[in-house]
């Protein structure tokens, strides 16, 4: 009985974990929620469960609200910009409420992104719940409805208004791995060499760079804009590191993109996720927050 209860939580494990992401843009808090589901499920009287999926979506989604809603009041005090918590994709099965292809799977790694979870972080939590589960795994309304207890119409109102509001901040997305990989390959090695020209050479001309330290580490509190001010700021700082052996490079992919990585002493140090459109790096995200890196220390290797 017991391997039955745990074999179908973990058939269901990665869309759990695929909505807590999204919704909470932090791993250790999605690992939170997900637990607490499996506790819930495995002390369920499962004789009154019709559908497993659907009860594990539905309290997987109603305790991540209650953990987004927390964690908003503490984001108000937070110091600096707050990035999402980079996610390892390429360890994330792609699993989705129903079968997805083409233009589908492209929105399931879209809505992934640090660019795009930027932008949910703007969205209310009942608007963020439903735009995850109706935009990116595909959930029927009715369903939607029955996970927040709301009418079926009330869901759909909230679908419009999320749905406008990311349209009007949504983040172009390159799909071309290759292209995303090149730019990021010059990215690093102009960065690490200061070479100033290589770097505008990758970067639009209005790009942004947001950093996210939490104070706790040395970075930019404000949004750095344009490319001189950018490949300017990346070329003093980057020759720094390579000149110490105790820095190391590496790429790897999170988030759905190939992101590089500067470790020190073998541990993470920074994240550099970029938002790659039209050919060139539309923003650079730079996570030096360590309490966001630690538990990247094997991925890449």
């Known amino acids: 009985m017991t391997a039955d209860v745990t074999e179908v939580f973990e058939e269901h494990r990665p869309v759990l974990d695929g909505v807590a992401y999204r919704m909470l843009g932090r791993v250790a808090d999605a690992e939170d929620v997900v637990q607490e589901a499996w506790l819930r499920w495995s002390a369920a009287d499962r004789g009154q469960v019709r559908e497993p999926r659907g009860y594990l979506v539905r309290v997987t989604t109603r ?73 990116a795994f595909g959930f029927p309304y ?62 639009a001309p209005e790009v942004r760079m947001v950093s996210d ?18 490949s300017r700021f990346l070329a003093a700082v980057g020759p720094q590191g390579a000149q110490d052996p105790a820095f190391g490079f590496r790429l790897l992919e999170l988030n759905g993109g190939p992101a590089a990585m500067v470790t020190y002493e073998g541990r993470p140090d920074v994240v550099f996720s970029l938002d790659v459109a039209d050919g060139v790096i539309q923003a650079v995200y730079l996570i030096r927050n360590p309490d966001k890196l630690a538990h990247l220390e094997s991925a890449g290797e």
């Open 63 to 135: 305790l991540a609200i209650d953990r987004l809603r927390q964690a908003q009041a503490r984001r108000e005090t937070y110091v600096g910009s707050w990035l999402p918590e980079p996610l390892v994709t390429d360890l994330v099965p792609a699993a989705t409420a129903q079968q997805q292809d083409g233009a589908d799977r492209v929105m399931l790694t879209e809505s992934v992104s640090v660019a795009m979870l930027v932008v949910l972080e703007s969205l209310s939590p009942l608007e963020r719940a439903v735009f995850v589960l109706r935009e």
């Open 142 to 203: 009715g369903e939607i409805a029955e996970t927040l207890e709301r009418s079926e119409a009330a869901v759909r109102q909230l679908a419009g208004r999320a749905r406008r509001h990311v349209a009007e901040r949504k983040p172009r997305f390159e799909v071309d791995p290759q292209l995303q990989r090149d730019l990021t390959e010059r990215f690093l090695k102009a960065a690490v060499e200061g070479d100033v020209r290589g770097l505008v050479s990758v970067l």
């Open 213 to 230: 330290s939490a104070g706790k580490a040395k970075a930019p509190r404000r949004v750095i804009l344009g490319a001189d001010k950018v």
